[in-house]
């Protein structure tokens, strides 16, 4: 009797500690669907950040990833998200994932290069960008926009999807700007109306 009580206490307990830490992960943190990524520490606000090593070179790796408030008609199941890819302490990439089959393009960039379209809007301003498309999978942002949402309240994306215009919300603020100025030597910068 005695030995059968301490077991089910024990299973308790168990139970208990898996239930407490796996809502400690919930709310902290984020697993790391890359090979050799350590899992996410919040990065301020709604910002996970992934750190990682290369391991020919040894340079520092770190990745920004922040979650949409929405999906999109296409995959309810997968958020769109921005990333910011830094390397050696220098942004590498910033791109924007819909988690959606992107259109073809519909416009040359500067060098010929393929783009796409978007509007954009962080906090009271709007404008109209050429994004790159990437084999039809994401779209790589442009600086300004990058700097514009570091230190936004709000950011709307709105882009052609197979299912018609769709828009992406954000809520970027709460960023740690001195995390991202030491991993990827990049400030905020509010958008200019010129």
């Given at each position: 009797m005695n030995s059968s009580s301490s077991f089910g206490n024990a299973l308790f307990t168990l139970a208990a500690l898996s239930l407490l830490s796996a809502a400690a992960l919930a709310q902290g943190g984020a697993m790391s669907p890359y090979q050799n990524e350590r899992d996410g520490v919040s990065a301020g606000g709604k910002w996970?950040?992934?750190?990682?090593?290369?391991?020919?070179?040894?340079?520092?790796?770190?990745?920004?990833?922040l979650l949409a408030e929405n999906y999109f008609r296409e995959d309810p199941q997968y958020k769109p998200r921005i990333e910011l890819f830094c390397e050696g302490g220098k942004l590498k990439l910033a791109d924007f994932n819909p988690g959606v089959r992107l259109p073809r393009p519909n416009r040359p960039g500067f060098w010929g290069?393929?783009?796409?379209?978007?509007?954009?809007?962080?906090?009271?301003?709007?404008?109209?960008?050429?994004?790159?498309?990437?084999?039809g999978h994401f779209l790589s942002m442009d600086k300004g926009t990058t700097r514009g949402m570091m230190g936004a309240e709000l950011l709307r994306i709105a882009l052609p999807t197979r299912n018609g215009r769709e828009i992406a919300e954000f809520s970027p603020a709460g960023l740690d700007v001195s995390e991202v100025r030491r991993a990827c030597d990049l400030t905020p910068k509010k958008p200019s109306k010129d």
């Open positions: 996970m950040q992934f750190q990682s090593e290369d391991k020919m070179s040894g340079a520092k790796r770190v990745r920004f990833e290069q393929p783009q796409l379209e978007v509007e954009v809007r962080i906090d009271d301003y709007h404008s109209s960008k050429g994004w790159n498309w990437v084999r």
